[in-house]
Each structure stands twice: as structure tokens, then as C-alpha cells.
């Protein structure tokens, strides 16, 4: 561990430490006294936590470490080192925001920051803010010279959002971080599987060091009598004999071993020796007692010497986990059923311990075993929350951050407890608002243990206000944990009760949403909403009408929206304005994926409602991106014709809808960014950006839930590593990472993990359609996907036969047209026709590289960085297949091998490289060609595709061979000789 650490601090980069082992193996004490003072020496700073069995409230962990690394600073640097800190904490980050969630931090803010309250934690946009905040915190506060140790124990309890951050605040190589987790082995099979994924997951992923696993096990005999003879103070062969009754009892393990021994010492088993001056004890009368044959009972025997007020105390204590705050004892106290509520003797018998704030136990096992004490959980845990609810409304006291851990007790009693219909009512409410916190803050399992909560106490006999908007919630909470059954019946329930529009018709909107994202039916989503639609008075012609319409439609909208401005659109209150507008982006969606011709009249339509009422709400962002899109398609079936004028006009409004993000919730930001990036944004904006913010958009989908959006986001990201050179290597371990961790889609992940194989060599490509046909090729919503994909491979490992294969696929199958593909497909197959050009003059092969040269010419019109070195590989490919123009071909080689360089696409460098080489080869140059084989041979290495390098290699070492005069067998050649033999005549023009 020790070597781990100082790897960190010599490195500055983080690293992970898991420790593993049975409850009172010593992992605690291991981590404290082998790394503790070894981070203070190195200037760093350590904070400790503890996650526990029976709170739910684990994202607070991990903002309570992070408050405590603030105090830290605030209390031990210099004071010049601390106001440069505080410096560059305020220059840096959101400080009035992080100064409200960490009060350590307040006294920087010069503001009002103190005085403002603290903001429920990540309701709202102040999720995805705090993680953003946290992460540039730490870059500013941990460095080589001040390494930042955090030690989390229990990690079996923690959730998947805990550890989420975690993860986050260890992301990046400008943070050095040391994290040791310990987890308990015995519960291990149970742990989610998000917890045992947590170290793995970090393992893979390069942008930090391996992780260390340790495993502890209990102390063998030998170790154990180390120990006690350490401990006792004798020679090992002098406690031999104690150790080894020890050994029978407690089989080795640490914490029971010292509890049995202090029970032998207690009880004058073992005793202290004035006379002899050493410790005594008789195998024979230790062997003759009926001493605990486990931790538990053990402990549980020296808690029965405690007097009945005292034991109460301390079982109470139990049912709030490991620790309690002192001003819950204090309400205790004060309360009539916990009067003579007191945990001195308890601190005497060294059971718990008191740090001015916190009563604490000793060890996780003295917990169980006070827990142990009670008869009737679920009644005592009742008695407790109802004693704390009541005392603290009976004071007019905000209930504030005490509300979850008064309802972790009330809940142990809901429903079959609770028989006041006041305190039912009561109770249901308190249950209904930390659902909504929990889904505010992305715990859904919590939403949905509260959802349940709440709905499990509204009155059986009638229909009240509250059933509305209790099932609505336990609805939208069943959904994002799978429970699409549970969902389903709670909206039904809301439809058949409330006859009102208004009252049901969002309960009709999720309902539809269900039906697309999970079951799937397209057809019958689509016709769920355009009902809804109907209802709300907005009319979706049929299908053929609604596509002979489109052109009309379109033009109308953007003669409305050519020189709108932000200014126009006003935020309304208006429900059913609302509900329409958001029926329209759920039908869009469902049209791009079943019924894409229909696709641009609806988005039509949707942008000219929000125009004309001039609706600023959460999906007028998405309302004006989508008609942004349908300016660039610029036809009635919705495919791509480009068009410069309609082109920069779309880019334009999309660019306005960004702009109403400004501000909004998190969950607004996931689709909003889809529509964007992957519609509009890749034709203008540098392909990198667009996959930094497809990247972004993807955590911050997982985060609010939005798991279709995530995945959407997901293989944007693999489309674009694929497309703007992405290291391969690097594109393996990310798709193994994601495989291990989020499970979206695997089979789809499994795709691209074997396009990664194919193009490092490791993966034979094939010459037809192979095993991922089933899952792509055969569906019309993924085939342009699968083709393109395929088409690229195909491309690189010079099969020009394959790829006009492929693309016969995707002419017949292809039923939408997304952007990427629609882009990239005639990059590729304008390179293939050129090679299929040199074997066979074919007028296909020619036209069709003609209007590859066509598209992409007017592409690097709307970005140079994007396109530029695409259209001029392709004039070079035209200049050196069909016009016999080598000057020309040079030229444009040369200008597309810059171009890539400047851009950074080293695979297209690479490829411009090794056409350009050929070309060179055959036209004479061999010196130029060695030049640029190796350039390419380079530029293939750095990408990571091995099979490539060796090619290129291959490529190197005969022309070698022609340089020095000799060919494969040994016999001279010249070198015109050689080059005619390479060349074959040039087609005729057409």
C-alpha cells in the first residue's frame, strides 16, 4: 500500500486501493496505521468515512469527506500557502455555490454565501453542477506536493450514485487522488453489482493507475500467537498455550480474538501476576467455562451487565446505524419514552465513543450485537421516528436534514403501524417529498422505495387529491428502476379516475413514452400520441397526406422562424401548451425511428406551434434543433440534399435552440444535446467537440435517469471515436469498461468491440455479412449504422469489392438517414470507387466518385476542420484514377495529408498517406512513396491498427528491394521495368 501511495505522489496521478476481508479482520486498522502518517509526511491529507447498513443517505457521505478535506486546508496550511489556495478556489471554481454546500469553504466567499441556506442537494440543475464543482475542486486543492487520501470503509453499502462520484472525483489525469475502499467479505455475494464493479470498473480505465487488491483472512495460529504474545508481553512459547484456545474459539479473527481475551481478563481468567510480574491463566479452568462461541454473543454478555435503561439506550442507538448525532440524543432525552435516555455507561464499558458531535460505536459487530437487544424492530424503530416527528412539530422545528433519517425509522411501520389517519396523511406527504428529492438527485431506488411508501398509505375507501400526483410519482419512479408493470398499473389508475384532461393527461404522455422506450412498439407510441394530440386540439394528418404536405410545411415554418430571435418565445404556465409541446418531441422521436418520411413534417409542425404561441419552455430547445435539422435534410423523405442557403440557415436556428438550455434542469440537456450534435452540430463544429459533448450529454443522461438518451449519446461517441481517430487500444479498454459497468446494449457494444479488432488485426474481417447481421443489418433503424461501419473497415484493409457490397445494403434496406452516415458512407465508398476504378474502367464507379467529390466539396464550405482533407483526398483520388493528372493528384495529397495533420485525424492522414504513396509508386516517384509509406506506417501505429503498420511495413521493405536493383527471386531489375510492370493502362475518360 505503501508503494501505491508514493507512486501517487511521485506520478501526480491518481490510483485505488480495495481491501477486502471478514468483518473484524483489521482492514481499518491496516489503512490507519499503514498509510495515515505516510500521507501527512508527504504534505498530503487524509479523510475518513464510513458507509452504513442502514442509511440511505450515501451521497452525503461522500459530501461530508469532501467538507472535511475543506477544514482541513482551512485549519493546517500557512496562512500565505492558504490565500494562494483561496485564490485559485475563487478564480476557479463556482464558489458561491460550493461555499453553500461546503461550509468549511464559506469564509472564502466574500458574499453572503454564509447566509444563504444550503440548497437541496442536488435537486435540480445542482446535481450535475455539484459534480462539475467537486471535480474542479479537487484539481485545485490535491497536487503532487498535497496528495489527498480518501479512505471510505463499508463500501458494500454504498449505491451506484456514491460511487458515480466517487468515480468522478478521480476522473481526469490533473488530480492526485489515493482512494481506499474496504469492503466486508461476508456479505459479498450480496453486494450490488455496481458496488464489486467499482474497483474493476476504475482497473480498466486508463486515465488512472491499477488498482490494488488486497484480501484479508484471518490470522493463522502462528500469527495469532504473535499477537497475543505482543499484546500479554510474554515469549511466544509462553502463550502458546493461550493462543491456541483463542485460536479454537475465535478461528483466528482479530476483533474477536481481543474481545475474548478482554472477556478472560475480565472475568480473572487470565489475570496479572504482581509476584511473578506477568500474566497467568490455566488452560485447564478456561477450557471448564461456557464462554461465547461467537463475536456476537460475546459482546452481547458484557452488554447484559448494563442496567435495563442503559441497554434500551444503546439498542436504540442501534437502529440509527454506527453512529448517532448528539443533537438527536439530546431530542431523545427531552422526549416523555426516552426520559432517562443516557449512553454514559456505555461509553464506560467502551462500547461507544462521544468526538463532541457524534456517539459512535466501537466496531460494526458491538452494533448488530445492541441490536440484537431488540424484540420488536419494526416497532422500535416506529416509536423512535414518531417520537422525533413528533417533537419536532410539536416545537414548530423545520424538519430540514433530520427528514430522512426520521423517515428511516417511520418506515419500518408503514403501513401496518400507522393508524391515525392524521398521522397517515402526514407521514404519506413526508414520504412523497423525499421521493421527489431522491429523483431530483438521481437515487431512484429510493424514489421508488418512498414512491411505495407514500402510496401505500392513501385511504382504500376514496379518491383524494393526493392519489393523483402520489401514483403519478411511484409511476415515474417504477420506471427508471424497471418496473414497467408497476408503472403502467399506477398510470391506469391515475386515466381510469380522473376524467378531466387536465388531470390525466400526463399520466396519457408517460404512458406513451413507456410504450416507445420500453416495450418498444413504435406503431402503437405513435399512435397513442398523436390521440393525445388530437385531444389537445393540435391534427397529425395520415402518413401519405403528412408527406405530401411536408414541402408546404417546411417552407411556411421557415418563412415564420427566418429572423426570429430568443426575445420572441415567453415562458408560460399553460398545462396543455405544455403537454403539447411535449407530446411533439416524444412523436418526433418516434417518427425519426419508425416512420422517418413523416419525421420532417412533424418537426414542422412542432417548431411552428412553439413560433406561433410563442412557447419558451423545456422542449422549445428540442422544437427549433429538429426543424434545424430538417433545413439541412432539405427534402420531403427527409435525406440529405445539400443546400448551402437552407444548410447555414439550419445551423443558425439550431444554434438560437441551444441557447434555451440557459439555466434549465439537467434532464432537459440529454436529448437536447442528441438533436443538436447529432443532427446538426457534427456538419459545422470541429468532430472532436461534437464528441466531448456527446460524452458529456451521455453521464449527464445516466445521471437524470435517461437511460434510451444515454445509449443514443453512447454510440454517438463510438461513431465518432471510429471516425475522428480515436487510439483503438484506448476505443478497446473504453467498450470492455462500458461492457463491465452500464450493460447498454451489449450486443451492440460487442459490434463495435470487433470493428476495434478488425482494424488492430487481431479479428479476421471477412469478405460477407457475419454474425452481427442479425442485430443490424436486418433493421432499418440501424442498417445505415451497420453499413457504415462495416463499409469503414472494409475501406482500411483495401476490400473495395465489400464495400460496394455493403453499400447495395444500404441503398435497399436504409429506411432514415442519420447525418453520420449519410456523410461518411460517400467519403468511403468515393475512395472504393476510385480503387475499383483503377481495376475496371466502369461508369458507376466513376459517376459515383464524381458525387462523392460533389458532397464533400461543399462540405468543406461549412467546415474546413471537418471536411477539408476529405474532399481533397477525393479530388486527388479523381486526378489520379480518372484524369491521369499526377501534378494535380500531388497536389491535392499533399493538401488533404496537411489538412488531417492540422485537424488531427490520424487515421485519415494515415490513409491519405498510404493512397498517396501508391499513387507515387506507380507514377515513378520511389522515393517520395518510401517517404510516404513510412509516414503512413507511423500515423497507423499511433491509431492503433497493427495490421495496417505491417502492411505498410511490407509496402516498405519492396520497395526497398526495387531501390537496390533486385526483385523477390534475386534477379536484376531496372526500376522502369519494375514500375511498368506495376502500371496498367489508364482507362479511357469518360
Request: hydrophobic fraction near 40%; charged fraction near 25%; proline fraction near 3%.
Amino acid at each position: 500500500m505503501k508503494e501505491k501511495l508514493y507512486e501517487v505522489v511521485e506520478t501526480g496521478q491518481s490510483a485505488a486501493i480495495s481491501i477486502t476481508g471478514f468483518s473484524g479482520s483489521g482492514k481499518t486498522t491496516l489503512v490507519q496505521q499503514s498509510l495515515f502518517e505516510p500521507v501527512v509526511a508527504a504534505g498530503g491529507y487524509v479523510v475518513q468515512k464510513k458507509f452504513d447498513e442502514t442509511s440511505r443517505n450515501c451521497f452525503y457521505v461522500i459530501l461530508s469527506a469532501i467538507d472535511d478535506l475543506a477544514a482541513q486546508l482551512v485549519l493546517k496550511l500557512p496562512q500565505e500557502e492558504r490565500d494562494d489556495l483561496f485564490t485559485r478556489i475563487k478564480d476557479g471554481t463556482d464558489l458561491p455555490f460550493i461555499s453553500t454546500v461546503f461550509k468549511s469553504l464559506s469564509r472564502i466567499d466574500s458574499s453572503d454565501s454564509a447566509d444563504r441556506p444550503r440548497p437541496d442537494i442536488i435537486s435540480g440543475l445542482n446535481y450535475h453542477r455539484l459534480v462539475f464543482a467537486v471535480k474542479k475542486l479537487l484539481r485545485i486543492i490535491s497536487s503532487k506536493s498535497r496528495p489527498v487520501m480518501f479512505f471510505f470503509d463499508d463500501i458494500q453499502w454504498a449505491n451506484a450514485e456514491s460511487l458515480d462520484l466517487m468515480r468522478c472525483m478521480m476522473d481526469g489525469d490533473d488530480v492526485t487522488i489515493l482512494m481506499v475502499g474496504c469492503c466486508r467479505k461476508e456479505v459479498a455475494t450480496g453486494i450490488p453489482k455496481f458496488v464489486t464493479q467499482f474497483f474493476r470498473v476504475l482497473d480498466i480505465l486508463s486515465r488512472i493507475r491499477k488498482v490494488t487488491y488486497i484480501e484479508l483472512d484471518d490470522l493463522g495460529e502462528e500469527d495469532l500467537n504473535l499477537m497475543i504474545s505482543d499484546a500479554i508481553g510474554v515469549l511466544p512459547r509462553r502463550s502458546q498455550s493461550l493462543s491456541s484456545i483463542l485460536f479454537s474459539k475465535t478461528g483466528g479473527n482479530p476483533f474477536f480474538s481481543i474481545k475474548f481475551l478482554e472477556t478472560l481478563i475480565d472475568s480473572d481468567y487470565v489475570k496479572y501476576s504482581l509476584l511473578e510480574r506477568r500474566w497467568l491463566w490455566s488452560v485447564d479452568m478456561i477450557g471448564e467455562q461456557d464462554i461465547a462461541d461467537n463475536v456476537l454473543e460475546l459482546i452481547t454478555t458484557k452488554m447484559n451487565e448494563l442496567d435495563t435503561e442503559d441497554k434500551k439506550a444503546i439498542a436504540v442507538v442501534s437502529c440509527f446505524g454506527i453512529k448517532i448525532r448528539q443533537s438527536i440524543v439530546k431530542i431523545l432525552s427531552e422526549s416523555k419514552p426516552f426520559q432517562h435516555f443516557s449512553l454514559e455507561r456505555a461509553i464506560d464499558f467502551g462500547l461507544m465513543n462521544y468526538d463532541g458531535t457524534n456517539y459512535k460505536f466501537v466496531h460494526d459487530r458491538v452494533r448488530e450485537a445492541a441490536y440484537c437487544l431488540i424484540e420488536s424492530t419494526g416497532v422500535r424503530h416506529y416509536d423512535i421516528g414518531i417520537t422525533l416527528y413528533s417533537s419536532l412539530r410539536d416545537s414548530n422545528m423545520e424538519l430540514g436534514d433530520l427528514l430522512p433519517t426520521i423517515l428511516e425509522q417511520l418506515n419500518h411501520g408503514v403501513p401496518s403501524l400507522v393508524k391515525c389517519p392524521n398521522d397517515q396523511a402526514s407521514i404519506a406527504e413526508l414520504n412523497y417529498k423525499e421521493s421527489i428529492r431522491a429523483s431530483d438527485c438521481c437515487d431512484f431506488g429510493s424514489a421508488l422505495f418512498f414512491g411505495e411508501k407514500s402510496v401505500s398509505l392513501l385511504p382504500k375507501d376514496k379518491w383524494t387529491n393526493n392519489h393523483k400526483k402520489y401514483l403519478y410519482q411511484l409511476a415515474a419512479a417504477s420506471v427508471h428502476n424497471g418496473h414497467i408493470h408497476k408503472a403502467i398499473t399506477s398510470l391506469h389508475t391515475i386515466i381510469a379516475q380522473e376524467k378531466e384532461n387536465k388531470d390525466n393527461i400526463d399520466a396519457h404522455i408517460l404512458l406513451a413514452k413507456i410504450t416507445f422506450l420500453c416495450r418498444k412498439d413504435l406503431p402503437t407510441s405513435f399512435g397513442m400520441l398523436s390521440n393525445i394530440l388530437a385531444i389537445l386540439g393540435e391534427f397529425i394528418p395520415n402518413k401519405d397526406d403528412a408527406i405530401r404536405r411536408t414541402s408546404h410545411q417546411r417552407s411556411k415554418t421557415k418563412l415564420m422562424m427566418m429572423n426570429s430571435e430568443m426575445s420572441h418565445y415567453i415562458k408560460t404556465e399553460d398545462w396543455k401548451k405544455h403537454a403539447i409541446m411535449e407530446s411533439y418531441s416524444l412523436l418526433s422521436t418516434v417518427a425519426l425511428l419508425s416512420y422517418p418520411k413523416l419525421q420532417p413534417y412533424i418537426c414542422s409542425k412542432w417548431a411552428e406551434f412553439a413560433w406561433c404561441n410563442r412557447i419558451a419552455c423545456r422542449f422549445t430547445s428540442e422544437s427549433i434543433i429538429s426543424f434545424g435539422a430538417v433545413l439541412l435534410r432539405n427534402r420531403e423523405d427527409g435525406k440529405l440534399s445539400w443546400d448551402s442557403e437552407n444548410a447555414r440557415l439550419g445551423y443558425k436556428l439550431a444554434k438560437q435552440g441551444l441557447q434555451f438550455l440557459s439555466g434549465s434542469a439537467p434532464e432537459d440537456g440529454p436529448k437536447t444535446f442528441w438533436l443538436y450534435y447529432g443532427f446538426v452540430g457534427l456538419v459545422f463544429e470541429p468532430l472532436q467537440a461534437c464528441k466531448d459533448m456527446h460524452l458529456m450529454a451521455y453521464r449527464l443522461a445516466l445521471q437524470t435517469g435517461q437511460r434510451e438518451t444515454a445509449v443514443a449519446h453512447k454510440f454517438g461517441i463510438m461513431i465518432l471515436n471510429l471516425t475522428v481517430g480515436h487510439n483503438l487500444q484506448d476505443f478497446l479498454k473504453e467498450i470492455d469498461a462500458d461492457l463491465e459497468s452500464s450493460h447498454l446494449l451489449p450486443a451492440r457494444m460487442q459490434f463495435y468491440r470487433s470493428t476495434a479488432l478488425k482494424l488492430i488485426g487481431e479479428q479476421p474481417a471477412g469478405n460477407a455479412l457475419d454474425h452481427n447481421k442479425s442485430d443490424f443489418a436486418n433493421d432499418v433503424t440501424l442498417v445505415d449504422i451497420w453499413c457504415m461501419v462495416e463499409i469503414l473497415v472494409s475501406t482500411y484493409l483495401n476490400n473495395p469489392e465489400r464495400v460496394f457490397h455493403l453499400l447495395s445494403i444500404y441503398v435497399s434496406k436504409s429506411d432514415s438517414e442519420k447525418l453520420m452516415p449519410a456523410i461518411y458512407i460517400p467519403f468511403l465508398s468515393g475512395i472504393a470507387a476510385a480503387a475499383m476504378y483503377r481495376k475496371k474502367a466502369n461508369e458507376q464507379y466513376y459517376e459515383h466518385l464524381i458525387q462523392s467529390n460533389k458532397i464533400f466539396t461543399e462540405l468543406a464550405s461549412f467546415s474546413e476542420w471537418n471536411w477539408k482533407n476529405k474532399a481533397a483526398l477525393l479530388e486527388a483520388e479523381l486526378a489520379s484514377a480518372v484524369e491521369d493528372n499526377s501534378d494535380k493528384a500531388e497536389r491535392q495529397y499533399d493538401v488533404s495529408i496537411a489538412a488531417a495533420q492540422s485537424s488531427k485525424f490520424i487515421q485519415e492522414e494515415a490513409l491519405a498517406c498510404e493512397l498517396a504513396a501508391n499513387h507515387c509508386k506507380h507514377s515513378g516517384n520511389v522515393y517520395k512513396a518510401l517517404d510516404l509509406f513510412h509516414q503512413a506506417q507511423k500515423c497507423y501505429y499511433k491509431w492503433g491498427s497493427t495490421i495496417k503498420a505491417n502492411h505498410m511495413t511490407k509496402e516498405i521493405l519492396s520497395l526497398k528491394s526495387v531501390m537496390r536493383g533486385l526483385d523477390d527471386s534475386g534477379e536484376t531489375l531496372t526500376l522502369t521495368e519494375y514500375v511498368h510492370g506495376l502500371n496498367r493502362p489508364l482507362c479511357e475518360r469518360k
